[in-house]
């Protein structure tokens, strides 16, 4: 099974926002309402930032948000931060009861 | 403070063996949380490899490496293991091992290892 799609890099300068797209297939994305997204700054362990689509773990910031429409989550950040500079995957349920990582997304905030 | 600490990464030849241990502290297992195996070869991104529901009676693979690893727990022991076997060079990657906050796996990993590497190489 291939991964789920996701830009390689993204961009945006302090204040803006950035949304980062995930696509899948009828079989995970657009099937379940179990996507996830999580942040790996450069040498550290991944983070969780969203869960189920739209639910944000205590002491995640509202600056994150994510949604989906059919097959395509999407994580957005609005009034970056240079600290969100980091690398970003979601991740997916699927109907072969295993998870389905994207190829991630480097944000880079100029 | 809740974290996982993986061990038993290191060096192996192709076909070889090894097994991953991640510890819970400040944390009870208990069958209330899946945990799953995470991995990330050098420069690349990161591959879910294997998972195991709360009580561990639910095991799941990748198709990468289903027949060559063993997910298992002991949550008397609050640990996690991953028996890898039949090694293969794309094998090598920091493998982090994650906790689910319910008892299915399901991706919403809320509390990461910081990894053990492991090295496949003749």
């Known amino acids: 099974q291939s991964d789920l799609t996701q830009p390689p890099s993204v961009s945006g300068s302090p204040g803006q926002s950035v949304t980062i797209s995930c696509t899948g297939t009828?079989?995970?994305?657009?099937?379940?309402?179990?996507v996830s997204w999580h942040q790996q700054p450069p040498g550290a362990a991944p983070k969780l930032l969203i869960y189920e689509v739209t639910s944000r773990p205590s002491g995640v910031p509202d600056r994150f948000s994510g949604s989906k429409s059919g097959n395509t989550a999407s994580l957005t950040i609005s009034g970056l931060q240079p600290e969100d500079e980091a690398d970003y995957y979601c991740v997916s349920y699927t109907n072969n009861t295993t998870l389905i990582f994207g190829g991630g997304t480097k944000l880079t905030v100029l | 403070e809740v974290e996982l600490l993986e061990s038993g990464g290191g060096l192996v030849q192709p076909g070889g063996s090894l097994r991953l241990t991640c510890v819970a502290s400040g944390l009870t297992f208990s069958n209330r949380y899946a945990l799953s195996w995470v991995r990330q070869a050098p420069g690349k991104g990161l591959e879910w490899v294997s998972g195991?529901?709360?009580?561990?009676?639910?095991?799941y693979y990748s198709d990468s490496v289903e027949g060559r690893f063993i997910i298992s727990r002991d949550n008397s022991k609050n640990t996690l293991y991953l028996q890898m076997n039949s090694l293969r060079v794309e094998d090598t990657a920091v493998y982090y091992c994650a906790k689910d906050p319910a008892p299915r796996v399901r991706g919403a990993f809320d509390i990461w290892g910081q990894g053990t590497k492991v090295t496949v190489s003749s």
């Open positions: 195991i529901s709360g009580s561990g009676g639910g095991t």
């Open positions: 009828s079989s995970d994305v657009g099937y379940y309402n179990r």
